[in-house]
C-alpha cells in the first residue's frame, strides 16, 4: 500500500511540475506585445491581417482595430469604429507558396523576391460610419519612410514579425507582433 501511494506521489508531483513548465512558456510567450513605437508613444496592434494576392504580393495590415469584412474592397470604410492606428506592408513580393519567413526590405524600384514596395504607419485616426475620416500619415510613397526591415518568422498559422523603419522626420520606429494573420481576399480594382 505504501509503494502505490508513493507511485500516486510521484505521478501527481510529475502532472504538476509538467503543467509548471508550460505555464513558464506560455508566460514568456504572452510577455510579447504587439505593438509599435513611434515618438516614444507606443501604440498596440493586436490585430493582424493578410491579403490574399491577385499575383504573389502579399499586404500585412497591423491594426487596433478590425477589419469589418475578409473581403476588401480597397475603401476605408471596412473598419471598426474603434480603430486608431496601424501599419500597412504593403505589396510584400515573397513566393508562389504564400508569405514565408525572412527577411524584406523596403525597395525601390520594386525589384524581387523578399522585398515591400511601400509601408505606411497611420495614426490619430477619426473614424465615422466604419470608415476612415481622417488620420496622420507616414508613408514611404511620399518620401517620409526612407528605409524598412520586416523579419517574419512563421510556424503553423502563428506569425512573429519585428520590423526598423526609418524615417525622414520621425526618427526610427521599431515594432512587433506576435499572433495570426486573418486571411483577407483583396476584392479592389
Same mark, same amino acid.
Given at each position: 500500500m505504501k509503494k502505490l501511494n508513493l507511485l500516486i506521489g510521484i505521478i501527481i508531483s510529475t502532472i504538476i511540475l509538467s503543467?509548471?513548465?508550460?505555464?513558464? =512558456?506560455?508566460d514568456e510567450t504572452s510577455k510579447i506585445i504587439s505593438e509599435f513605437v513611434l515618438n516614444q508613444t507606443k501604440y498596440l496592434t493586436s490585430k493582424g491581417y493578410i491579403f490574399e494576392p491577385k499575383n504573389s504580393e502579399q499586404t500585412i495590415f497591423l491594426l487596433n482595430g478590425k477589419i469589418l469584412n475578409n473581403e476588401w474592397l480597397g475603401k476605408?470604410?471596412?473598419?471598426? =469604429?474603434?480603430?486608431?492606428?496601424?501599419?500597412?506592408?504593403?505589396? +510584400?513580393?515573397?513566393?508562389e507558396n504564400g508569405l514565408q519567413s525572412g527577411t524584406y526590405k523596403l525597395t525601390n524600384p520594386f525589384p524581387s523576391e523578399k522585398s515591400i514596395a511601400n509601408i505606411s504607419i497611420i495614426t490619430n485616426?477619426?473614424?465615422?460610419?466604419?470608415?476612415?475620416a481622417s488620420g $496622420?500619415?507616414?508613408?514611404?510613397? $511620399?518620401g517620409q519612410i526612407v528605409s524598412g526591415i520586416l523579419n517574419i518568422e512563421k510556424e503553423d498559422n502563428m506569425?512573429?514579425? =519585428?520590423?526598423? +523603419?526609418? $524615417?525622414?522626420?520621425?526618427? $526610427? +520606429?521599431?515594432g512587433t507582433y506576435l499572433g495570426e494573420l486573418e486571411l483577407t481576399q483583396d476584392l479592389s480594382d
Open positions: 503543467c509548471s513548465s508550460n505555464d513558464n =512558456n506560455q476605408g470604410c471596412d473598419y471598426s =469604429n474603434d480603430l486608431k492606428h496601424g501599419i500597412i506592408f504593403n505589396e +510584400i513580393l515573397s513566393s485616426i477619426v473614424m465615422s460610419s466604419n470608415c476612415i $496622420t500619415e507616414i508613408s514611404s510613397s $511620399t506569425y512573429t514579425l =519585428n520590423y526598423t +523603419i526609418e $524615417t525622414s522626420d520621425f526618427g $526610427t +520606429i521599431k
